[in-house]
């Protein structure tokens, strides 16, 4: 539950002293008011008797990308009030897309919403989907009838679908603005192949499943398949297994193609040229890729979007560039590491990321956190030969890179061995373990992924010296954000 603030508090306060302290309030050094909004609650405070109600003010929940006006309830009723100067048509579809996710939390008919037009002079309120004006008195009323206090925790964290899949198969789940409009798009595309590229933590499988499980609804369950190439009894819930049609890749490819209509990919990034050419090829309704273009395998030679565009006329492309994970350190980080380009990333709390020299690390600090280490080769147990054989004594119950895909833990560590090293600013391994490509198992593009899954926090353990300075910074430019 949340505590709320005092509104006869905020009475009369200028825009940056609401700002300032907002700030503390939440914790939050970024956290702002705009100018219309704090006009609109003056205009609220001064026009309706508020006595001690309690409520919170521009309260945002970041995995949505969903900012609330105020909210004024309890654990059993709530309100939200929205200020605008007038009344536009996008009023509407907010105070919609709040009840959506109001209503994950409390009952509907516990639920009121309204719009406040201060220029206008005018109260909405929402109701069977329009915004019905009323009169000030009403909304005096349903303001008397309300005790505030402690309103349910709408931040929730979300664990990984592919661990923990029971908020989606109970539809307690609300797709994020940036996932709604890219699956409204692909809903109405009348293209067959769409490709939905997003960064590490933007909620790719989250609306991939949201399209299975639309798809299955409207054309029954045997006609749309969710592929993924990864090991999936190793990687995903058996719940969703049993539900969905999820398929390997490798069996796609062993077993032929079925009778689907619809053909869904996580992770499409990972897929090989046949792979590629056996689902573009085959008679479907509609193909959708799921892919982070900063996680291809280099020992597939396939940039996939370049070659799925090569091979297929029309396209419908979408791009998921809001982080819903988390904040985008993580992501900002594991950018920085691989010397990718960070524009538009600013969401940053440097201290999320512990860079730690071995000798200043004590496990016993970390018992609950999960460990994560680099994907071996057929070849040897380790990405290289190294003299600590740290990997083996601190990570014995590790999870190797390809053992995490499309999934994410709330604290991780990674332990970078005294076999890897920094040169002009690459990290890798300082010998071959054998002979060939084996970039499938290049550290950089594992330690990209590796960071990513992380929700809170993240600690790195170095055994180098100089990949220990390096990454620190790297740090530092994180706490200049």
Do not use: W
Not at 299 to 320: A, W
Not at 351 to 376: A, V
């Amino acid at each position: 539950m949340t505590n709320p603030l005092i509104l006869e508090d905020l009475k009369g306060k200028n825009n940056d002293e609401i700002t300032s302290f907002l700030k503390v309030f939440y914790n939050d050094s970024k956290r702002n008011l705009s100018k219309d909004d704090n006009t609109g609650l003056q205009f609220f405070l001064s026009n309706f008797d508020i006595g001690k109600l309690k409520g919170l003010l521009s309260y945002e929940i970041k995995r949505l990308d969903h900012e609330f006006d105020l909210l004024i309830g309890n654990e059993e009723e709530i309100i939200n009030i929205e200020f605008r100067p007038i009344k536009k048509t996008d009023n509407l579809r907010q105070l919609i897309a709040h009840y959506n996710i109001l209503s994950k939390f409390y009952e509907k008919d516990k639920i009121k919403l309204f719009t406040i037009t201060y220029k206008s002079n005018k109260v909405f309120e929402l109701s069977n989907n329009d915004a019905i004006e009323i009169n000030f008195e009403d909304l005096q009323q349903t303001l008397r009838n309300i005790v505030s206090g402690k309103i349910k925790e709408l931040n929730m964290e979300i664990p990984s679908l592919y661990i923990e899949p029971s908020y989606f198969l109970d539809s307690k789940y609300i797709l994020s603005v940036t996932q709604e409009d890219a699956f409204k798009k692909i809903k109405e595309s009348t293209e067959i192949v769409s490709m939905v590229n997003g960064d590490a933590g933007t909620g790719k499988t989250l609306l991939a499943f949201n399209c299975v499980d639309y798809y299955q609804k409207l054309y029954g369950k045997d006609s749309v398949a969710y592929v993924v190439p990864i090991k999936i009894n190793k990687i995903i819930d058996t719940e969703l297994i049993k539900k969905y049609n999820i398929i390997t890749a490798i069996d796609y490819i062993i077993n032929g193609t079925g009778n689907f209509k619809i053909l869904i990919i996580d992770e499409a990034q990972r897929l090989n040229k046949e792979q590629i050419d056996k689902i573009i090829n085959g008679n479907y309704e509609k193909i959708i890729f799921f892919f982070d273009s900063n996680q291809e395998l280099e020992c597939i030679s396939t940039d996939l979007y370049k070659y799925v565009h090569s091979k297929v006329d029309k396209i419908k492309d979408y791009k998921l560039s809001k982080v819903i994970r988390s904040d985008e350190t993580f992501l900002y980080f594991a950018k920085k590491i691989v010397n990718k380009d960070c524009t538009g990333l600013t969401n940053i709390d440097s201290s999320r990321i512990e860079i730690i020299y071995k000798d200043e690390f004590n496990p016993d600090d970390y018992k609950e956190y999960q460990y994560l280490k680099f994907t071996p080769s057929r070849f040897c147990e380790c990405i290289s030969t190294c003299k600590s054989k740290s990997c083996q004594k601190m990570l014995p119950a590790g999870l190797i890179t390809h053992d995490v895909l499309g999934t994410d833990y709330k604290n991780v560590i990674i332990n970078l061995c005294d076999a890897v090293k920094v040169k002009k600013n690459i990290i890798s391994r300082k010998k071959l373990v054998a002979p060939g490509n084996l970039t499938y198992l290049d550290v950089e593009n594992q330690l990209y992924n590796q960071v990513t899954r992380s929700r809170e926090h993240l600690v790195i353990v170095v055994y180098d010296m100089n990949v220990y300075t390096h990454l620190k910074e790297i740090h530092d430019i994180l706490k200049q954000k």
